[in-house]
C-alpha cells in the first residue's frame, strides 16, 4: 500500500475520501507533521495502491491497514477518516478495536447505503469500467465535495488520475458496507467529529449523530462543504491539534 509517512510522535492514520488520494491531505500535512507521526496511505485501489483482487469490501481495506500499521511497526494509532475513510475507520473498530487508540470521524456517517444509493454506486463503477474516469467522475462529483468551488480545479487532476479499475472496486466496496451504529455506541474511545457546515453530501446532522452515538466532541466548520481537511485546512487544524495534544 503507497503511503507517506512523516513527522514524529502519536502515530496518525489519516485516511482519505473518495475518488481521491492521500494527496487531498497535502494542504494540512506539514503542520501535523509537527505534532503527530502522520501515515497517509492511497487506500487500495485509489492512487498509487494497486487494486485488490478480492471481492469489493471495506473489511479488506481495513485488514490491510492493520497490515501496513504492523509493517511499520505501529501498535496502536489515533486514526482520522474523511468520507469513504470513515467507513475503512469504522470497519477498522469492527475488526481490530485494539489498535486504535482514538479516532476522528469527518464528513462521514454511521448508516449504510440506501437501496437507491447503492444503486448508484453501481452505476458509476460500470461506467468507470466502460468509459474511464475523465472527465465525468470529476465533473460530476466536485460540486458535492466542495462548498466553494474555487478550490474545484486544484483537485480535479487527483480525480482525472484515479484508476478506473479501482474506483470501481471501491464504489462497489462503499456499497456493501454495512450499517455501523452498534459499532459506534459500543465505542469506548476519545473521538472527536469534524463536519463542514454546507457538506452537499452528508449534512451535518450525520456528524451530530456520530457524536452522539459515541460521546464525541463535534465541531462543525462553517465555511466547508463535505471535505474540511482539504477545502479549509485553517479551520480543520484549529480543531484537530488541540484534540491531538490531549
Request: charged residues 20%; negative net charge.
Amino acid at each position: 500500500m503507497h503511503h507517506t509517512d512523516t513527522g514524529s510522535g502519536t502515530p496518525f492514520l489519516l485516511l482519505h475520501a473518495f475518488p481521491l488520494d492521500s494527496r487531498m491531505w497535502d494542504p494540512v500535512r506539514a503542520e501535523l507533521s509537527e505534532h503527530v507521526r502522520l501515515i497517509t496511505p492511497d487506500l487500495p485501489g485509489l492512487g498509487r495502491s494497486p487494486v485488490p483482487q478480492a471481492p469489493p469490501s471495506l473489511e479488506t481495506t481495513a485488514a490491510d491497514l492493520v497490515r501496513l500499521l504492523d509493517d511499520l511497526g505501529v501498535e496502536r494509532a489515533v486514526v482520522g477518516g474523511s468520507s469513504l475513510g470513515g467507513y475503512v475507520l469504522m470497519a477498522m473498530l469492527r475488526a481490530a478495536p485494539e489498535r486504535i487508540s482514538g479516532a476522528v470521524f469527518i464528513g462521514t456517517k454511521a448508516t449504510a447505503d440506501t437501496p437507491g444509493a447503492a444503486a448508484g454506486r453501481e452505476t458509476l463503477a460500470r461506467r468507470a469500467e466502460a468509459e474511464g474516469v475523465v472527465p465525468w467522475l470529476a465533473e460530476s462529483t466536485l460540486p458535492n465535495l466542495l462548498h466553494d468551488q474555487t478550490a474545484a480545479a486544484a483537485l480535479r487532476p487527483t480525480i482525472d488520475s484515479q484508476p478506473p479499475a479501482g474506483v470501481a472496486w471501491t464504489a462497489r466496496a462503499m456499497a456493501a458496507r454495512p450499517d455501523s451504529r452498534e459499532t459506534l455506541r459500543a465505542l469506548d474511545l476519545d473521538a472527536l467529529v469534524v463536519h463542514g457546515a454546507h457538506d452537499a453530501l452528508m449534512p451535518p446532522e450525520a456528524g451530530r449523530d456520530i457524536a452522539d452515538l459515541t460521546g464525541a466532541r463535534l465541531h462543525v466548520v462553517p465555511t466547508a462543504g463535505h471535505l474540511p481537511g482539504h477545502e479549509t485546512p485553517r479551520d480543520f487544524l484549529d480543531a484537530v491539534v488541540p484534540w491531538l495534544a490531549r
